[in-house]
Nanobody, 123 residues
């Protein structure tokens, strides 16, 4: 059974950058689309980004488009999220998930999920 682990979160100043990584073990994610979601304090889950199994197609949430980039290394079984020009409103727990079926933008379409990594953007 696939197990996902996110890493790379931390505290960063506004305007800074972070790179999150999602590593899979116990199985492969190479033939699946993968997504990143986030949960901000007091807010519902928010779609951040999606990448197709091949890596040729990507989707981004409106609030991060142009600042975040999703990528994957199929050989390494990892999916990364490069986050640039970070804003305080990007503060959230970020989760990666394996896309199964359904809407790209719904967290219920993804399974399994990692435990999340905290990103805090503050001066």
């Amino acid at each position: 059974q696939v197990h996902l682990v996110e890493s790379g979160g931390g505290l960063v100043q506004p305007g800074g950058s972070l790179r999150l990584s999602c590593a899979a073990s116990g199985g492969t994610i190479s033939s699946y689309g993968m997504g990143w979601f986030r949960q901000r304090p007091g807010k519902e889950d928010e779609f951040v980004a999606f990448i197709s199994w091949s890596g040729n197609s990507t989707l981004y949430g409106l609030s991060v488009k142009g600042r975040f980039t999703i990528s994957r290394d199929r050989a390494q079984n990892t999916v990364d999220l490069q986050m640039n020009s970070l804003k305080p409103e990007d503060t959230a727990v970020y989760y990666c998930g394996r896309k199964e079926k359904g809407s790209f933008f719904s967290r219920s379409s993804y399974n399994p999920w990692g435990q999340g990594t905290q990103v805090t953007v503050s001066s």
